[in-house]
């Protein structure tokens, strides 16, 4: 296990809290990690944010080649000490959403997951890229604000059940696997983490006619929570579809006037989209 203290004394290293640097300094949540990952030597895992490489060397000694994509470049000297040993890590300097992920991944034969400890303030962006990329991932375990796990597993009709909650689950099962508490990170976190696992399905996706609408449709759906979705999605600029349509949609799929975003369940989402598609196509 890397001595985070020590490696960040040896490079003088600062943390930047915008970037949201809490480094892991617990063996047995980044064996948990590990564990989740079920990993083998046909795995490709794209680690965003190595950090100093706590959580990237133990990937490395199970997975077949660990793609590692750190956007702080002063990090950079220090990831490449404590990976020196690993032939199978790549290192990238960059912003992990701008980089080319399909040409990251083109190439490789086995299965590629997804296993980061993830820089909080960009975690929605960066599981969105992912998940609407089509990228052939198999899985993702991700440590996250414990907030926004529970939405990822949020059921329709409860408070945490959002947008996230409905592009996750059109992608993939989520699972909340185990909490993490701050002191297992240096500097300590203010919020408590969660990670869990998202196992990719195209069982939803393959149903959806066009995943731009659809995206449209949840995003408009939610923006206003206690707002109907004649209202919410009629007064979307990016929809463009008049509230007469969307109630003679609604009537179609047999739901109410008054029906709201948060009612839907994914299944009545995609319905929904669909036919949102074909009016406006
Ligand atoms: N993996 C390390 C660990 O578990 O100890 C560090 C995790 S830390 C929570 C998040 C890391 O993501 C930081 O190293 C930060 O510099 C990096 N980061 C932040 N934004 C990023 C971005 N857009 N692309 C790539 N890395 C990013």
Known sequence: MINTNEILNKYDLRLTKTLGQNFLTDANI??????????????LIIEVGPGIGALTVS?????????????????????????????????????????????????????VKVISNLPYY???????MFLEGDYP????????????????????KTKDYSALSVGVQAAGIPQI??????N??????EVDSTVVRIILTDEYRKKISDYEIFHECVKAAFSQRRKTLINSMGSSLSLNIDKQTIKDILKELN????????????DQFISLSNLVTERIN
Not at 30 to 43: C, M, N, Y
Request: aromatic share 4%; glycine share 4%.
């Open 184 to 189: 297992c990170f240096i500097p300590k976190p």
């Open 177 to 182: 696997m185990f909490n993490v508490s701050p």
């Open 59 to 111: 990937l490395a000694e199970k997975a077949g080649k660990v793609i590692a994509i750190e956007i702080d470049k002063k990090l950079i000297p220090a990831l490449k000490e404590t990976t020196a040993l690993f032939k199978n890590i790549d290192l990238i300097h960059a912003d992990a959403l701008k980089v080319d992920m399909a040409q990251l991944i083109r190439g490789w034969h086995g299965r």
């Open 255 to 266: 739901l109410k006037e008054q029906t709201r975003g948060e009612e839907l369940s994914v």
């Open 30 to 43: 980044i064996r948990k990690i590990i564990d989740a990952g079920e990993l083998s030597e046909e795995d």
């Open 137 to 156: 991932i198999e899985r993702m375990v991700l440590m996250v604000q414990k907030e926004v796990a529970q939405r990822m597993v949020a059921r329709p």
């Open 122 to 128: 960009v975690t929605t962006p960066i599981v969105m």
